[in-house]
């Protein structure tokens, strides 16, 4: 069964640096979501990665797929506080099925 | 343009009782699904409409089952209620067929006791 991983589950970071969420599965997928989510709020769609090498840049986020690898990865440029919230990916294959990773909390500080 | 809405916003239940919750799709979009998000962790899929049948399921009981009306809309029924069942529901939607991201709602955050 498809399998999702994130990676790290927790990330405190300093406004102004840069940094990478990095998200493996485990078998074939056609389709790869992230979404960003406020605590007690919904998810809200950042990005959909559809083929290999995609890449998606808005704002402060780039979100890569690399579908040989079976790895995307967030990259965050110059962090601000705003920025803060759990991140999620996900995967389906053929199907409307997503199936999340455990999610990457992060804190940006002054 | 309204997005995804799901009623209650949040519900109290006790142990054995029954749920309904209930989701209004995205404009244009056909295909509804629902997942349970337990605290800290990511969504998992319960189950999925469309045509107002079930196309597929995840790994939940019988207890969770679910329907979806003409007009899009759906609900998931949860029977005979556990304290493990406290979670946020989420429901998301979509058109069927297409490569855009599905949509979440709000959610219901229902308690247990």
């Known amino acids: 069964e498809l399998k999702v991983e994130q990676n790290p589950l927790f990330l405190s970071m300093q406004e102004g640096k840069n940094y990478t969420i990095y998200c493996n599965y485990s078998?074939?997928?056609?389709?790869l979501y992230w979404y960003r989510q406020d605590p007690g709020k919904s998810l809200e769609s950042l990005f959909v990665l559809l083929s290999n090498g995609a890449v998606k840049q808005e704002g402060r986020l780039m979100a890569s797929l690399d579908t040989k690898a079976r790895l995307s990865t967030l990259h965050i440029t110059a962090a601000v506080h705003d920025l803060s919230a759990t991140y999620f990916c996900a995967v389906s294959y053929n199907t409307d099925k997503l199936i999340f990773g455990t999610g990457t909390r992060l804190q940006v500080f002054p | 343009d309204a997005g995804v809405t799901q009623s209650p916003t949040h519900l109290i239940k006790t142990r054995g009782q029954q749920v309904t919750l209930r989701c209004s799709p995205k404009?244009?979009?056909?295909?509804v699904s629902w997942y349970q998000q337990a605290l800290g962790q990511g969504p998992q899929f319960i189950f999925q409409?469309?045509?107002?049948?079930?196309?597929q399921r995840g790994n939940f009981p019988d207890r969770f089952s679910g329907h979806q009306f003409p007009n899009y809309s759906s609900e998931l029924n949860v029977n005979a209620l556990l304290l493990g069942d406290s979670a946020l529901y989420l429901c998301?939607?979509?058109?069927?067929?297409?490569?855009?991201?599905?949509?979440f709602g709000p959610g219901t955050r229902l308690l247990v006791l």
């Open positions: 409409y469309y045509e107002e049948e079930e196309r």
């Open positions: 998301a939607s979509r058109t069927t067929g297409g490569k855009e991201t599905q949509y």
């Open positions: 078998t074939t997928s056609d389709r």
């Open positions: 404009s244009g979009h056909d295909t």
